[in-house]
Structure formats: structure tokens, C-alpha cells
């Protein structure tokens, strides 16, 4: 899936966002047997499991794609690109159409910046993430 293309990007960059004083924590609806093989493979920041998308709920991000967005250009390249990029392996299916979205919670757990895609695969960019994170605390 998309996600874990998007998840290495994440493990290149985890020095700036740690030297940023933010910590990146993985939370997706995935197996646990793929969280595991995750870990197992070289991700050093935790990989959590949110089955029934109560994080989701909470931070209020819709669970699904629609089908249209599921049937988007964005979506199908984006998936082509993923088969094409890694051998996918077992594929969750009851989280297979899960919104992709990525947030910034502060020290008092208030979202402080969001993405919320709008197809499969649709991750911001980890310039605009780091862009959104406070600035370094001083040395």
C-alpha cells in the first residue's frame, strides 16, 4: 500500500523531526502481523494500531475514502505506484480504504496541523510537515 512508501519517507527524515523535538508515531488500521513485519524491518518509531479508528474519531477524521475517491486517477496511480515500488504481501482488507491523514498534536494532545487525504496514497510532503512543526528548541 501507499502507506508504506510513505511510512520509509518518515524513517529518512526521523532525525529532523527528532532534532525538531517532535516525536513520530505510526497509527494505522492495519494487521497486527503488518505492524509487526514493519517492525521487524528497520522502523524505529512506534507502530500503533487504531483497528476500530477511535483516533481517528477523536482527532474527527472521516474513516473511508468514497468510492469516488477510491476510483480517482490519484488513487489508482498511487496504488500502481506502490505494487510497481515493494511486493505488497498480505493487504488488510476491512482497512484497505482508510483515509490517509497525518497530524501534529502538541505536548497537550491539541491538534496544532492536519492533513487529510482526499485519495489512497495522498500524504503530504515531509517539507510541508516540517514546515508545520515548531522551530527548533534552542541549543
Given at each position: 500500500?501507499?502507506?508504506?512508501?510513505?511510512?520509509?519517507?518518515?524513517?529518512?527524515?526521523?532525525?529532523?523531526?527528532?532534532?525538531?523535538?517532535?516525536?513520530?508515531?505510526?497509527?494505522?488500521?492495519?494487521?497486527?502481523?503488518?505492524?509487526?513485519?514493519?517492525?521487524?524491518?528497520?522502523?524505529?518509531?512506534?507502530?500503533?494500531?487504531?483497528?476500530?479508528g477511535k483516533l481517528r474519531h477523536a482527532l474527527g477524521i472521516e474513516t473511508?475514502?468514497?468510492?469516488?475517491?477510491?476510483?480517482?486517477?490519484?488513487?489508482?496511480?498511487?496504488?500502481?505506484?506502490a505494487i510497481r515500488h515493494q511486493r505488497q504481501g498480505k493487504i488488510s482488507?476491512?482497512?484497505?480504504?482508510?483515509?490517509?491523514?497525518?497530524?501534529?498534536?502538541?505536548?497537550?494532545?491539541?491538534?496544532?496541523?492536519?492533513?487529510?487525504?482526499?485519495?489512497?496514497?495522498?500524504?503530504?510532503?515531509?517539507?510541508h510537515i516540517i514546515a508545520a512543526l515548531p522551530p527548533p528548541p534552542d541549543?
Amino acid at each position: 500500500m501507499p502507506c508504506r512508501e510513505f511510512l520509509a519517507q518518515l524513517r529518512e527524515h526521523h532525525h529532523t523531526f527528532t532534532t525538531r523535538g517532535a516525536a513520530v508515531i505510526a497509527v494505522g488500521g492495519a494487521a497486527d502481523y503488518q505492524a509487526q513485519h514493519l517492525q521487524d524491518n528497520g522502523y524505529t518509531f512506534p507502530l500503533l494500531l487504531d483497528p476500530d479508528g477511535k483516533l481517528r474519531h477523536a482527532l474527527g477524521i472521516e474513516t473511508q475514502l468514497s468510492r469516488k475517491e477510491l476510483a480517482s486517477w490519484a488513487s489508482i496511480r498511487n496504488y500502481v505506484s506502490a505494487i510497481r515500488h515493494q511486493r505488497q504481501g498480505k493487504i488488510s482488507r476491512a482497512h484497505a480504504e482508510d483515509r490517509p491523514a497525518v497530524a501534529i498534536v502538541d505536548a497537550d494532545l491539541r491538534l496544532t496541523w492536519g492533513h487529510v487525504g482526499t485519495a489512497l496514497g495522498d500524504y503530504p510532503t515531509i517539507d510541508h510537515i516540517i514546515a508545520a512543526l515548531p522551530p527548533p528548541p534552542d541549543s
